[in-house]
């Protein structure tokens, strides 16, 4: 790999926000405008996530609803053929 081309390739830790749970890996996020955290004695950059596997309803097996009342009569309403 020629060098100076690539990015930096930094400790990282995804925090899911609605479990709470971390998951700790390598990214090329920069360190630069995220906060640190310290895991295992190596400092990591902690980015926020919403969404994760250990939140998503696929790997959970939760069903959850989407509130989707009125988008089709949207719908219709804004295409509908006037006569």
Do not use: L, W
Request: glycine share 8%; aromatic share 10%.
């Amino acid at each position: 790999m020629k060098k100076g081309i690539h990015p930096d390739y930094n400790p990282t830790v995804f925090v899911d926000v609605s479990t709470g749970k971390k998951f700790v890996t390598n990214s090329t996020i920069p360190a630069k405008g995220h906060q640190t955290e310290t895991v295992d004695g190596v400092e990591c950059v902690k980015v926020f996530r919403d969404i994760t596997m250990d939140s998503h309803p696929v790997y959970t097996g939760e069903k959850r609803f989407v509130d989707t009342a009125g988008r089709v009569e949207k719908f219709q309403n804004k295409f509908r053929r006037r006569r």
